[in-house]
């Protein structure tokens, strides 16, 4: 977190300028992944069949895409300290666009779709910024109508295609890699040149930090705010696309669904702050791939899926320990030098009070 | 000024009610009046909990949770697990009330945005249903068929079913806890400003853990209504209904940022989306999904008309100040 602030305008981020507020989340993917292996011990195994990848690591990025998408989009608003409980409605709206329009030429069909996901981000962005609305509150109105919009849009079905374009980015490949991944993989490499090869990223999380010390310093706060929920808005009609296409068909009732939450989850797990004032990718996409090793590791333990919630729900409150500011203070006047809270302590710590 | 946002919201209704009046024949009748409570008792139960959290300066994102989980729980308790309905009742109560309370400590405790840890908690009693059972499981039992049947009949073919009664009671009694009691004046301190009720020796941590063990204790009773309403056991049931109550609660001229609200506002609320609903059903060529585009549009209505009284929007057009 700190090392990103950091990072000069330019600079590459190596990796040993990220690691230590970055060593709790890369331990628990790690981990995770170990976890992994044992219950399934092909878990690493990748062959190539009909030109393409295939193997549970290429599910895990694969499966893993849409949240990393949306929270691509999310980590940028929580910087503001902000917040965007649409991206689920708004997935389930540039679903619907794309699967409606599947027919016409792929240009058309992309460009609707994340236009209809530009416009739902400015919408949040100025109810936030000019209106001056919490943004929670803001993001509701969206999340409520959103759904009810996109069900208008595909007339309340189940809307398929078979449109080769659009299906490409559920089942084709680059180099043998998902397209879903090199979507991913090419909106991550853009925005992080675009917010940290700038000076943009800094502006962002000044917003978050203080907005008023922001304004009379001359950062255009406002701008930037309806920046992030814009961007927030397309790479949620990104994974709407994406997921849109992995079924070949868009589903306006289950796209998306309770995704925002993940999306969120997967930014505070990469210890993002809920208050703002700073961010990183990279730490986001972790967190966004912890949680997806988690749910196709419980898939492959061959545990019903009905667990998959009570893990999360396990590994959010670990989480929320390891990173209570309370917790932090009592930790680090117990034992002075170490810095990084280990999740063990903390639990015990936590049944305390 | 407070009372402004409820005064509309209910002049909305009244309105709304006397427009689905003059539109459909039969509308302006004590039966459809008597449905629309019932067949929203679950969701006033819900918002009822929700108005205490949000006034309280908080969010609980678990009661949909919490009420799917208590369907699933009290149709295993009373059938295959041979627990007589009273028993299961007061268990499930326990239960959720003990939830809301740890809920509560952890915001408490720990720091944490009430956000997080109830979404924790969402996926905690979510999950917990999925782990009991998946399916939809009828509940046959002589005491539900007793609480169903139990009902009072209203002039002009309406009829009361205990669980409206229910809710009714819950609006009232908790109306007096809200407005008439030191708990209830200590929520709105908390959320008028958590740093200035401390200060002012308010016992913010137990109010805080009340707050919400009362928010999922209602969601447990609510789901006990549920559950009488559709007398099975689902874990998905409740899936978004979080949304509908935080809406209702909004709608009802309670402020998100904590602080302003009342319950009778709330309860115009949840008859404002019930009246919705209802809408759709009368007319029959409307499709479910209006429900959910007018609701975000009134919603939108409503926070837009509350940030002007505010003088948010004025204020932040005329100054540089900064977003929200």
């Excluded at chain 2, 908790?174 to 009720?197: D, P, W």
């Excluded at chain 2, 499709?287 to 940030?307: E, H, M, N, P, Y």
């Amino acid at each position: 977190m700190s090392g990103a602030v950091h990072t000069a305008p330019g600079a590459t981020r190596r990796l040993p300028r990220i690691p230590r507020a970055a060593l709790p989340q890369i331990i628990a993917l790690v981990a995770i992944l170990a976890i992994d292996r044992a219950v399934s011990p092909g878990f690493f195994d990748i062959r190539m069949s009909g030109g393409r990848l295939f193997g549970s690591v290429i599910d895990v990025l694969n499966h893993g895409a849409p949240v990393a998408m949306l929270s691509l989009g999310m980590v940028l608003v929580i910087a503001t300290g902000g917040i965007d409980l649409s991206v689920g409605a708004v997935m389930a709206i540039s679903g619907a666009v794309a699967a409606t329009l599947a027919g016409e030429p792929l240009a058309i069909t992309i460009g609707a779709a994340l236009l209809i996901g530009l416009v739902c981000g400015i919408w949040n962005g100025i109810l936030v910024a000019f209106l001056r609305i919490q943004p929670i509150v803001a993001t509701l109105i969206l999340m409520v109508a959103g759904r009810g919009v996109a069900q208008l849009i595909t007339g309340g079905r189940i809307l398929t295609f078979s449109a080769p374009g659009l299906s490409w980015f559920g089942g084709g490949s680059v180099l043998g890699v998902p397209a879903a991944v090199v979507v991913t993989a090419g909106a991550i490499v853009v925005t992080g040149l675009l917010v940290r090869g700038t000076a943009l990223g800094l502006m962002v999380e000044a917003t978050g930090g203080n907005a008023r010390a922001s304004r009379l310093a001359g950062i255009e706060t406002r701008g930037m705010t309806v920046a992030v929920y814009a961007w927030s808005g397309v790479c949620a009609a990104v994974a709407g696309i994406l997921a849109a296409a992995d079924i070949l068909g868009a589903d306006a009732n289950n796209a998306g669904l309770y995704l925002e939450l993940d999306a969120i989850l997967a930014v505070v797990i990469g210890g993002t702050s809920l208050l703002g004032g700073r961010f990183s990718i990279g730490l986001a996409v972790v967190g966004a791939l912890i949680i997806q090793s988690m749910n196709t590791g419980i898939l492959l333990s061959g545990l019903p899926a009905e667990f998959n919630l009570v893990v999360k729900a396990v590994v959010v409150l670990a989480v929320l320990l390891a990173q209570a500011p309370r917790l932090r203070r009592v930790f680090a006047r117990s034992a002075a030098p170490p810095k990084a809270t280990e999740p063990a302590p903390a639990r015990q710590q936590g049944a305390q009070p | 000024m407070s009372r402004l946002p409820v005064i509309v919201t209910t002049i909305v209704f009244l309105l709304g009610f006397a427009v689905c009046g003059l539109h459909f024949r039969h509308f302006a009748s004590t039966r459809v009046v008597a449905d629309l409570l019932t067949d929203n008792a679950y969701l006033g139960v819900l918002a009822v909990g929700m108005t205490f959290v949000i006034i309280s300066g908080g969010i609980d994102l678990s009661v949909g949770a919490v009420l799917g989980f208590t369907t699933v729980f009290l149709a295993l308790a009373i059938g295959p697990w041979g627990i007589p309905a009273p028993l299961a009742f007061v268990l499930v109560l326990a239960l959720s009330a003990g939830f809301g309370a740890a809920m509560g400590a952890l915001i408490q405790y720990l720091d944490m945005p009430p956000f997080i840890v109830t979404l924790a908690g969402l996926f905690l009693a979510r999950g917990g249903a999925f782990l009991l059972s998946t399916q939809s499981i009828p509940v046959n039992s002589p005491v539900y068929a007793a609480l169903v049947g139990f009902r009072l009949h209203i002039p002009s073919g309406g009829q009361i079913p205990l669980i409206t009664m229910v809710m009714l009671l819950v609006f009232v009694v908790c109306g007096v806890l809200l407005h008439f009691t030191r708990f209830g004046a200590n929520v709105y301190a908390l959320g008028g400003s958590r740093s200035s009720a401390t200060l002012m020796g308010i016992p913010v941590a137990r109010t805080t853990i009340r707050v919400y063990m009362l928010s999922s204790l209602l969601a447990g009773l609510s789901g006990i209504i549920f559950s009488l309403y559709t007398s099975s056991g689902y874990s998905l049931s409740g899936v978004g209904n979080e949304l509908d109550a935080i809406a209702a609660v909004v709608i009802g001229g309670t402020l998100l940022s904590g602080g302003v609200g009342t319950l009778f506002g709330s309860f115009v609320g949840v008859m404002i989306e019930g009246l919705i609903q209802t809408y759709i059903t009368f007319d029959g060529n409307l499709s479910s999904w209006w429900a959910k585009i007018v609701t975000g549009a009134l919603l939108f209505a409503f926070i837009a008309f509350q940030q002007i009284l505010s003088g948010g929007v004025l204020s932040s057009l005329r100054r540089t100040s900064a977003p929200a």
